[in-house]
């Protein structure tokens, strides 16, 4: 009998902290992984490279370092299995002299992306809550 | 719909949706989509009925942007026409300019208005940030028809409104979905915002209103929301509701939105449940 309750209970337990896990990375999931991650990255990417207003800013930037980092950062934050590697927000942002026309312009870039890679809105609301944080680090 | 008003739309949501004009308006500013809202009734920015704390069009720090816009509400017994502009230097200081035509349709006779506004964002981002965006305008109303407010009890045919107004949007709100809420707090003498002149028989004060709205964005580009309006109630002859609507927005590119509503304006001059309909258009550049 003991053994059996323990059983259900480490059953229970596995399944308890598995809903927990597929929960977290439910957004994760829906941008589509790592690949889907790493495409929407990319197309914000693109995206940036055209836009007059900001793409000076990546002139002399190691475009394929960014495109890994910045792809590492949106999987860590929306719960995939990732490290961060990079430096802080306010660390590489240092005196760049980001404004919030130049931060918005990037938003809107991923955003482009997102809706074509067909990201469901809500998980596109949730990334962004995610993210936004970030301007007080970025903006001066 | 007078069929002046037909054309004006229609001249409004071509140019706006033109791509070729479009092209010569090209970027109408950084901030992103939808955060420029839409034209109010008095020419700021906001909501319909209620000024809100963020800025009209999409000019972010460093760009100056401005807006186009008419308005029409028709109701049981009256319609108000509207055509008004705004400029905004920074996302700091917002200038509108509206003329209203209120059409007393079963009373008989017409009485306009215009206003100039002007109104300031003092701190805050409606996007980033803790904190609400905080921003306070003036709006001075002059009434061209002065005759009949007169002749019912109003003491001005002109006036100013000051309000204070407060916006925050939650990018990720209840059901994963982006909400905008607003407050305003307005010093006012205005009767039925100043269309029946300022001041009163019954009461020759300036009072504080409060006014309101919520939104929730359904996915990018489509809006749903309520606004109330409280309102003065200065005149003796007849009563002044507070007003309120249900609206749906749609913001197809950052060069146009559009505002259906369903308005609930109260009893006006005297006639009762004044239901109707609300229709705006703006074009911003």
């Keep these: ?112 992306a997102m809706e074509q890679e067909n990201v469901p809105v809500a998980a596109q609301n949730e990334l962004l809550a995610l993210l936004a944080p970030m301007h007080q680090d970025i903006v001066e | 719909m007078p069929k002046r008003i037909f054309y004006g739309l229609s001249v409004l949501l071509l140019s706006a949706v033109q791509p070729v004009l479009a092209q010569q308006f090209e970027a109408p500013g950084s901030r992103l989509l939808a955060t420029g809202g839409a034209s109010t009734i008095e020419g700021s920015g906001g909501g319909g009925i209620v000024p809100w704390a963020t800025l009209s069009s999409y000019a972010d720090e460093g760009e100056w942007g401005a807006t186009v816009q008419m308005t029409e509400v028709q109701v049981d017994d009256f319609s108000l026409s509207v055509q008004g502009a705004s400029f905004n230097w920074n996302n700091r200081v917002e200038v509108s300019y509206a003329r209203q035509q209120f059409d007393l349709e079963t009373i008989g006779g017409e009485l306009e208005q215009s206003i100039w506004g002007v109104k300031a964002r003092l701190s805050g981002d409606l996007v980033y940030g803790v904190m609400p965006q905080v921003s306070a305008g003036i709006q001075h109303k002059s009434n061209q028809t002065f005759a009949l407010p007169q002749a019912v009890g109003a003491t001005d045919d002109s006036s100013m409104d000051y309000y204070v107004s407060a916006a925050k949007a939650w990018l990720a709100g209840p059901f994963s979905r982006t909400w905008v ?63 309120k609507d249900i609206f749906v927005a749609y913001f197809p590119s950052k060069h146009v939105s559009v505002v259906g509503a369903y308005a609930d304006l109260g009893s006006i001059a005297g006639l009762e449940s004044q239901t109707g309909w609300y229709l705006s258009v703006q074009a911003s550049f």
Aim: with cysteine.
């Design chain 1, 1 to 112: 009998m003991k053994i059996w309750v323990s059983a259900a209970l480490v059953l229970l337990g596995s399944m308890m902290s598995g809903a927990v896990q597929a929960q977290s990375s439910e957004l994760y999931q829906q941008l589509g992984e790592r690949s889907g991650i790493e495409t929407i990255v990319e197309e914000m990417l693109l995206g940036v490279a055209d836009d007059e207003r900001i793409a000076h800013y990546f002139a002399d930037v190691d475009i394929l370092r960014l495109h890994k980092l910045i792809s590492e950062q949106v999987c860590n934050v929306s719960g995939g299995p990732c490290e961060y590697t990079g430096d802080s927000m306010a660390v590489s942002h240092n005196n760049l002299g980001i404004n919030n026309a130049d931060f918005n312009a990037l938003v809107e870039h991923l955003i482009a």
């Design chain 2, 181 to 243: 809420a607003n407050v305003t707090l307005r010093n006012t003498e205005a009767n039925q915002l100043g269309l029946l002149g300022f001041g009163g028989d019954k009461e020759d004060s300036r009072e504080w209103v409060g006014e309101a709205s919520v939104a929730v964005f359904l996915d990018r580009y489509w809006a749903v929301g309520v606004e109330y309006r409280q309102k003065p109630d200065l005149l003796s002859f007849a009563k002044e509701d507070d007003w």
